[in-house]
């Protein structure tokens, strides 16, 4: 399924997020296991726990302005 946002968006609105939180991260394995850190990950949107295909609340209040 294609991302109907641009990666600029979806990295814009995640960096300023307090509600991140990395897919990985949330499976429980953290960050050590792939030997990478929080910050070598490409902070955005669509790797968050709550994205949803693009339905969290914080992201449509943050485009819907
Ligand atoms: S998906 Fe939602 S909670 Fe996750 S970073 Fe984006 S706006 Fe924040």
Same mark, same amino acid.
């Given at each position: 399924?294609?991302?109907?946002?641009?990666?600029?968006? !979806?990295?814009?609105?995640?960096?300023?997020?307090?509600?991140?939180?990395?897919?990985?991260?949330?499976?429980?394995? /953290?960050? #050590? !296991?792939?030997?990478?850190?929080?910050?070598?990950?490409?902070?955005?949107?669509?790797?968050?726990?709550?994205?949803? /295909?693009? #339905?969290?609340?914080?992201?449509?209040?943050?485009?819907?302005?």
């Amino acid at each position: 399924m294609k991302n109907a946002y641009p990666d600029q968006i !979806l990295c814009s609105i995640a960096e300023e997020c307090q509600e991140f939180e990395h897919i990985i991260s949330a499976m429980g394995y /953290g960050y #050590s !296991l792939l030997n990478v850190s929080p910050d070598n990950f490409t902070r955005k949107c669509s790797d968050c726990v709550n994205w949803l /295909g693009s #339905s969290c609340n914080i992201f449509q209040s943050e485009i819907g302005e």
